[in-house]
């Protein structure tokens, strides 16, 4: 009976590694449980992608620039958390979606899923046009 306990403990280990090893993904069940109709990833700016340790930073990033290039848009690290996504790979990177060249007075992105972001963001650049410069209220809280 002792002699067992060895063994099943290492069957046990063995196949918690071999589960370990999964690969980096964008989670589109993210979306499905926000939203009833199925949307691409990115559709609202954010695009999460769950990974493991031992994931290289650019496969994380490739996975989000395609997801936000179908959009014509450039991908950019939000946060990273861990213990968010699934028992292979576990951890969250969240990216948002974003137009290099919508951004506000004070250097914020604009968030091109935002409608609101977006018309503030149009008021605002017409009146730098005009030669008026930007509002207090013109400025923007960071994309969500």
Known sequence: M???????????????AGCSSGEAFVDRNYMTKTIKKQK????????????????PRETRDQLAREACEVYGLEAKLLREERWQCRFTVPHMASYICFDPDMRFANGALVNPFSAGQVDMWQRQQARIKAGIPPEDGDEAAPPR
């Open 2 to 16: 002792w002699s067992l306990r060895p063994v099943a403990l290492l069957l046990v280990a063995a196949t918690l």
């Open 40 to 55: 691409l990833p990115g559709w609202d700016g954010q695009v999460p992608v769950c990974f493991s340790s031992d994931t």
